[in-house]
Nanobody
Framework: VQLQAFGGGLVQTGGYLRLSCLVSGRTFSSYPMGWFRQAPGKEREFVAA????????YYADSVNGRFTISRDNAKNTVYLQMNTLKPEDTAVYYCAIGYRNIGSYTLLSQYDYWGQGTLVTVSS
């Protein structure tokens, strides 16, 4: 199973970015997907998750209302639209695929494969 994340970069406060994650080697449409992030010196934290058919969405309080997770099962791709970015959003963002369709998908332990990460830097 491979996950390839794209779309990170440098953006000013208030700007936007769209991350993409392409999945191969697993039946993409059968599993939940998540985005996590890790800032320097901090633990990896949950950002957003989406159920296998896109019917259930979950967000961390810190990004709710600013970020939107979506998926295209025909393209084996999950997206994270990030709007109104803040300096505290600066981190390496990781996509991950879950291995069971139970729960709210907010825990790292609910995912078994991870992408390589893409760096998002928000300047003040």
């Amino acid at each position: 199973v491979q996950l390839q994340a794209f779309g990170g970069g440098l953006v000013q406060t208030g700007g936007y970015l769209r991350l993409s994650c392409l999945v191969s080697g697993r039946t993409f449409s059968s599993y939940p997907m998540g985005w996590f992030r890790q800032a320097p010196g901090k633990e990896r934290e949950f950002v957003a998750a989406i159920s296998r058919n896109g019917g259930r969405l979950y967000y961390a309080d810190s990004v709710n209302g600013r970020f939107t997770i979506s998926r295209d099962n025909a393209k084996n791709t999950v997206y994270l639209q990030m709007n109104t970015l803040k300096p505290e959003d600066t981190a390496v963002y990781y996509c991950a695929i879950g291995y069971r369709n139970i729960g709210s998908y907010t825990l790292l332990s609910q995912y078994d494969y991870w992408g390589q990460g893409t760096l998002v830097t928000v300047s003040s």
